[in-house]
């Protein structure tokens, strides 16, 4: 269903990113990062969004040079093309038991992020996660996936770009 999804045309990136993120309507599903709010997913609509995709490994590192090029697009980035939004999607193993420590460890990587993140991993589902496995080729390691605003694939990874 997902791959179909991906391969039709839309007006806005609304259904795609309900279908990854969390297909009912009525949840708050996203965490604002420099509010820590819960916010509907409609604050992505019609915005180019970069889909941060790790599991609870991600570095100190990674996210400080994500969030500098993210703060940074925020003071320069004025014209409409230029504006996009990151949200973390964490992908955590659905058949591992979600234990303290990793509760620990994914609320203090949210607290340091200044985008949207997701509230919680346990909205993301399996076939979800497999969909990214599979297709967007995740292997632990952090991807950046960039959508237009109209839900389009513009790349499956951009990362690489961020380090330059």
């Given amino acids: 269903m997902l791959q179909n999804l991906f391969e ?3 007006i806005d990136n609304m259904r795609i990113l309900r279908a990854l993120i969390y297909p009912k309507d009525d ?5 604002e990062g ?3 709010r819960r916010v509907n ?6 915005k180019n969004v970069l889909l941060l995709i790790s599991g609870l490994s991600i570095s100190q590192d990674e996210l400080s040079i994500l969030e500098h090029i993210y703060n940074e697009s ?3 980035g004025n014209r409409m093309e230029n504006r996009y939004e990151i949200v973390w999607i964490p992908v955590v193993d659905p058949s591992v038991m979600w234990t303290d420590a990793m509760q620990n460890r994914f ?8 985008w949207y993140s997701v509230y919680t991993p346990k909205l993301i589902e399996k076939a979800v996660i497999r969909f990214i496995k599979e297709i967007w080729h995740f292997r632990n390691k952090p991807i950046l996936v960039v959508l237009d605003p109209q839900g ?3 790349s499956p990874n951009a990362i ?3 380090w330059v």
């Fill in 107 to 114: 609320e203090t990587l949210q607290t340091t992020m200044t």
């Fill in 27 to 31: 949840a708050l599903p996203l965490l």
């Fill in 152 to 154: 389009k694939v513009v």
């Fill in 8 to 10: 039709s045309i839309h």
């Fill in 160 to 162: 690489h770009m961020m």
């Fill in 41 to 46: 997913i409609d604050v992505l609509r019609r």
């Fill in 74 to 76: 925020r003071v320069s």
């Fill in 34 to 36: 420099s509010t820590k």
